[in-house]
């Protein structure tokens, strides 16, 4: 029996049903790397039996994309790729990687600019680097109707300002692994952007359940950032798709919803952003 949806009382316990009916869309896993190499098509058949339906694939840089294509082109019904330079990866030879990127945008579609953004957490000697691979990308999706995806480790007001520069009324997206104020939430909100979240709303200490509980799910969307950010009570282990379901279960538990509420929702938020079919 699937570990998640309503909850009924059974010998003073509780246990969860599984409504089949529900699908999930996992809006940010990068299962293209390496730590899903030795199982990654039984990992992929957990995910769908939980009722992940879709999984979209945030770019890195130019050393991984011909391995998150090749898993996209493995998975076409269940894998969507974005193509984009990752802040991390915004160094010296930052032109050259955004010409890559570039060049990948103009020969096939993909269904976002990301993962993109600045990290102030793991860089903070190549900022101006991060700021030009950031807004040139912001241009491209522009130019591509493209939404973007993006990164804001300790640079969230950062990545707002960057955003408001540029919103001119088509400008779309969602704040990936968002685990900020209200506040926060809301200048994002007022932006047109989304919120993602991911396995941080299970943490003890970080506050975002009390976040949510004063937002729409109109607002979000379900993402695990795998192998990532794995949610409680799996913390420590690597993250995979399979494990959405536990923060969707925590989404309505903050929300005082069904877990299908979240997942109805969410889903619809996310095919809509992305212009999912």
């Known amino acids: 029996m699937a570990d998640f949806g309503p909850f009924f009382p059974v010998f003073g316990q509780k246990m969860r049903i599984f409504d ?5 869309i996992d809006s940010h896993t990068h299962i293209y790397l390496p730590e899903f190499d ?12 939980a009722g992940v339906e879709k999984m979209l694939l945030p770019a890195i840089d ?6 998150q294509l090749k898993v996209e082109a493995d998975y076409p ?14 160094k010296e030879n930052v032109e050259m990687e955004l010409a890559i990127v570039r060049k990948h ?12 953004g600045l990290d102030l957490y793991w860089d903070k000697d190549h900022l101006n680097e991060q700021y030009l691979a950031f807004e040139r990308q912001i241009e491209w999706a522009l130019e591509f109707d493209l939404p973007i995806v993006i990164h804001s480790r300790e640079s969230m007001d950062r990545c707002i300002e960057v955003v408001k520069k540029h919103q001119r009324g088509n400008l779309r997206g969602v704040f990936h692994c968002f685990s900020g104020s209200i506040e926060s939430a809301r200048r994002i909100i ?22 949510l509980s004063e937002l729409s799910l109109d607002h979000l969307l379900l993402e695990t950032d ?9 913390r420590g282990k690597r993250n995979e798709p399979t494990y959405l379901k536990i923060v969707a279960e925590k989404v309505a538990e903050a929300k005082f919803c069904s877990v299908k509420e979240v997942a109805e929702q969410t889903a619809a938020n996310t095919k809509q952003l992305f212009r999912l079919s």
Do not use: W
């Open 20 to 24: 089949v009916s529900m699908n999930f």
């Open 38 to 49: 030795a199982d990654r098509a039984a990992m992929i058949d957990r995910a769908v039996e």
């Open 62 to 67: 130019s050393a991984t994309y011909e391995r």
């Open 77 to 90: 019904d269940r894998c969507l790729s974005m193509m984009g330079l990752h802040p991390c990866s915004a």
């Open 105 to 116: 945008l103009e020969q096939r579609s993909f269904v976002a600019v990301g993962e993109i």
């Open 190 to 211: 007022d932006l047109g952007f989304y919120l993602g979240i991911g396995g941080v709303v299970t943490y003890k200490n970080a506050g975002l359940p009390a976040v």
């Open 226 to 234: 795998a192998p990532y950010l794995t949610p409680v009570p799996h």
